[in-house]
């Protein structure tokens, strides 16, 4: 019914697609170059800009008043920035927190938020007013140094930039979710990029190399240590895109009796204390810090959170290590130089092409500053010219003012004034006349002609612009260079202690005595404690126990498979001894068709005898074994029906090899390669079968055996000696009372 109202020639029929990618681009643009990207030139965001911009009007200079926050807020959101007023706000209270930006632009009165991650204010109740850094950007604003444009409502006009004296975007930093694009911008040390910048003046064409040497990396409120590489950092800086590994400073404390104390004084940028406490608090809770006893915040006005390590003979350094693995005391800072160039084209710079946008710049407001001071200049001396004309002709020009109604004229036809002229003769005041003697009208004239004739010179010369530029920069430099609370570096560097990955893990993980238990069928699991009575354990059907091994949480579990591949399980990952456990190829990712040959307690000093059922193998140190992924680690190469049998400590100097034939072979133990992967060598040589036994021994205690009934059996070298032979022979049948199960009946590895 309402459609048929409706004129037909009024009707537009559009295509939804269509529409849907207009109205969608138009929101992208507006998020991308009016919230979310600061402008490469001043550093700013446009709420950024407009606050500060309100400010200015409001005469909010660092050397006046306080004026409520509501007040700016009212006038940033009436005038210029048509948004929430607590959106407002929260950018207000940011560019007045020290712990958010590294040079605050806006001095605040009140509760403005803390460390901590206490909430500021509510606007009504605190005051601000301009930093003199914030001046700095607003420098030469009147003197036409950039340009304007109307207000969302067209009644007023707004900058489109700031003069930016001060290198403001690496300087503060900024971060910013867009559509489709985001920025990330971590703060820097002024001192630092004036002198990149002056650098790059001198050379334009400098390298990142020599730039990184001025500037090392950010430098953040909060202070904190970075422990990035030279070469992570210089690829970050020269392609605008990359991160910073960022720790707590802390420092060790010694107490009585040898015991310490680790005492954290600088926690990482944009990390809340109060939320960093508390997930420690949590990981202690659940023993997953067994090196810390406990933690506690001392601090007031300075960060001091104190940590407790469990006895004095924990490695403090340690300890932080697994502190820095788990908590936010170690965080990663991202770069991402994502800004707007010329405040219109998205653009990723490095910090090259950055500081080179901003000289950019900086020349241009020079010269924008310059022009608008030479036309005052010349407005100024044309007026001069016109008061000379007064002084000579004093009563004839009071004469015509005092006759005429219209005085301006006439001026200008007798004594060939222009109307600029007349109508600052028009203006003066009766008490200027005293002043007007030729001499002070000379001097200044020849005082401006000289200013002229310098600023001229400026502007036809860009060597002597870029002059001007570092002029100002240095000047800049020093000023916060002689700033104790702004002008040293905050962040140190260092590099990451050189801690063994496995020493860490074992750092967090509570210590405990466990008994592991491994089934026939491959099934494991763990008891808590070391459990001696082991026949109440219950298996699935079929199943019964295979080994039992002696452990502590800390421990690695190394597991050999037929297959030939080795594979490391965490004793603290097992599953608990309640139940019948897990399989472990599904816990190692083994193959199917693989069975496991050997299950142990890792040695990383220890060498292993690994063979197949072929009779050959080799020695490996144990260390080179380890996988540190579920699949594992190809150590002997099988193919065909052959298969990795035995694994076995090599902790002697004879071999003893027993065949499937029941033939026993006694060799020197040197006489087997040690390598970390192959087939091996022939241990032993079989017409018919395969190896069914191995064992490494001591020469002096000679070989031992354990028949059915659990009693041992040990022979002497001397009474082997018809045995011993050398590497790949057949052998002979074993001695009288040799087991009939041919297996020697000795653990395979000791686990202790």
């Not at 700016?72 to 927190?97: C, E, M, N, S, T």
């Not at 193919?639 to 694994?647: A, K, V």
């Amino acid at each position: 019914m309402g459609q048929d109202l409706i004129p037909e020639s009024d009707i537009e029929t559009v295509e939804l697609r269509d529409a849907l990618e207009e109205r969608y681009l138009a929101y992208a643009l507006s998020t991308i170059m009016h919230r979310a990207l600061p402008d490469v030139r001043d550093g700013l965001k446009p709420v950024h800009r407009r606050l500060l911009f309100a400010m200015r009007q409001l005469r909010l200079d660092p050397s006046r008043g306080f004026k409520k926050s509501a007040r700016v807020v009212g006038d940033v959101i009436g005038k210029f920035h048509p948004h929430g007023d607590q959106a407002v706000y929260d950018a207000l209270v940011r560019l007045a927190q020290q712990f958010a930006v590294r040079y605050p632009l806006i001095e605040g009165q009140g509760n403005f938020g803390n460390i901590v991650g206490d909430n500021p204010a509510a606007m009504r109740y605190t005051e601000a007013r301009l930093t003199n850094v914030a001046e700095l950007l607003l420098d030469g604003i009147d003197e036409d140094a950039i340009d304007f444009r109307a207000t969302y409502d067209g009644e007023e006009e707004e900058p489109v930039v700031l003069p930016g004296a001060f290198p403001n975007l690496l300087a503060n930093g900024a971060s910013g979710i867009a559509v489709g694009m985001a920025t990330s911008i971590p703060p820097h040390n002024a001192v630092e990029l004036c002198a990149a910048a002056l650098h790059l003046i001198k050379a334009p064409k400098a390298t990142i190399d020599k730039l990184i040497e001025l500037v090392p990396g950010p430098d953040l409120p909060t202070g904190g240590i970075l422990i990035e590489d030279r070469a992570t950092v210089r690829e970050a800086y020269r392609t605008g895109r990359g991160g910073f590994r960022l720790r707590a400073r802390w420092h060790v404390e010694d107490q009585k009796r040898g015991a310490y104390l680790a005492v954290v004084t600088e926690i990482p940028y944009q990390v809340q204390k109060a939320r960093l406490i508390e997930k420690i608090a949590q990981l202690l809770e659940a023993k997953k810090l067994p090196l810390v006893a406990d933690i506690r915040d001392e601090s007031a006005e300075d960060v001091r959170v104190v940590i407790e390590p469990k006895s004095r003979t924990v490695d403090a350094t340690l300890m932080m290590e697994s502190l820095f693995k788990l908590t936010d005391l170690e965080t990663r800072v991202a770069l991402n130089l994502n800004v707007l160039a010329d405040g219109i084209v998205p653009k990723v710079m490095g910090l090259r092409e950055a500081l080179l946008a901003w000289l950019a710049h900086r020349r241009d407001v020079l010269l924008r500053r310059s022009n608008h001071r030479l036309a005052a200049i010349d407005r100024r001396l044309e007026i001069l010219a016109g008061f000379l004309v007064v002084y000579l002709n004093l009563d004839e020009v009071i004469e015509i003012i005092r006759n005429n109604d219209e005085p301006k004229p006439l001026l200008c036809r007798r004594f060939d004034l222009s109307e600029l002229q007349a109508e600052a003769i028009l203006n003066m005041r009766l008490r200027s006349l005293r002043k007007l003697e030729e001499m002070s009208i000379r001097r200044e004239h020849d005082d401006l002609t000289a200013e002229r004739r310098e600023i001229a010179k400026l502007v036809a010369s860009e060597k002597r612009q870029w002059t001007a530029v570092a002029d100002e920069i240095k000047a800049v430099k020093a000023t916060f260079a002689k700033d104790e609370a702004l002008g040293p570096r905050r962040t140190g560097f260092a590099d990451a202690p050189d801690h063994d990955v496995d020493d860490i893990q074992t750092a967090m993980i509570e210590r405990e005595p466990i008994t592991v238990v491994v089934s026939k069928k491959g099934w494991i699991r763990a008891l808590k404690g070391a459990v001696t009575d082991l026949d109440g354990l219950a298996f699935k059907s079929g199943d019964s126990l295979r080994w039992a091994l002696a452990a502590e949480t800390t421990d690695k579990l190394i597991v050999a498979a037929t297959g030939g591949r080795f594979f490391a399980i965490a004793a603290d990952r097992l599953p608990g001894g309640r139940g019948h456990g897990e399989p472990i190829k599904l816990m190692a990712d083994m193959d199917a068709a693989d069975e496991v040959t050997s299950v142990f307690v890792h040695d990383p000093e220890r060498l292993l005898l690994v063979a197949g059922n072929d009779g050959r193998g080799f020695v490996v140190r144990e260390a080179d074994v380890v996988a540190n992924t579920r699949k594992g680690r190809q150590v002997m190469n099988v193919s065909g029906g052959t298969e990795l049998t035995r694994c076995v400590a090599a902790s002697g100097d004879m071999v003893a090899v027993l065949g499937d034939n029941r033939r026993l072979l006694i060799f020197p133990l040197d006489q087997v390669a040690q390598m970390p992967r192959g087939k091996g060598v022939r241990l032993q040589r079989y017409r018919d079968g395969g190896l069914a036994d191995i064992r490494v021994f001591r020469s002096e205690d000679g070989l031992s055996w354990r028949d059915g009934s659990g009693r041992t059996f040990t022979r002497s070298m001397a009474e082997l000696r018809d045995w011993i032979g050398t590497r790949a022979q057949a052998g002979r049948l074993p001695p009288t009372g040799f087991p009939r199960a041919n297996r020697f009946g000795t653990p395979e590895i000791e686990t202790g």
